[in-house]
Nanobody, 129 residues
Framework: QVQLVESGGGSVQAGGSLRLSCGAS????????MAWYRQPSGKQRELVAS???????QYADSVKGRFTISRDNARNTMYLQMNTLKSEDTAVYLC???????????????????????WGRGTQVTVSS
């Protein structure tokens, strides 16, 4: 129904920067909340930052002052600017989006949206010290 695709990951030295992007596709998306999560190898997934449709943001304490989340509602795209990267930022970064969309053109014509809570496949960020 709703597909999310992340990009922008890679390898960087400590102190460097990366910018992640997440694009959402579907039929007449109405995205309420978008968020970045990360999962270090062998560890649990954790919330990095989130942003609502009106621009309200939240950050994990570990990234405050270094990471900035933003979104382009017209393009259904979310970004994460990551500065002053540390080795402990190494993880797979995943995009999450929650909202309403239409499962088919028929559903759109009938005015029947469906709620979604979708995840991307993730992009690897590796920070070397």
């Amino acid at each position: 129904q709703v597909q999310l695709v992340e990009s922008g990951g890679g390898s960087v030295q400590a102190g460097g920067s990366l910018r992640l992007s997440c694009g959402a596709s579907g039929i007449s998306l109405m995205i309420n909340r978008m968020a970045w999560y990360r999962q270090p190898s062998g560890k649990q997934r954790e919330l990095v930052a989130s942003i609502t449709s009106d621009g309200s943001t939240q950050y994990a304490d570990s990234v405050k002052g270094r990471f900035t989340i933003s979104r382009d509602n017209a393009r259904n795209t979310m970004y994460l600017q990551m500065n002053t990267l540390k080795s402990e930022d190494t993880a797979v970064y995943l995009c999450n989006a929650v909202g309403m969309a239409f499962e088919s053109r028929r559903a759109l014509q009938d005015g029947r949206p469906t709620g979604f809570d979708s995840w991307g496949r993730g992009t690897q960020v590796t920070v070397s010290s």
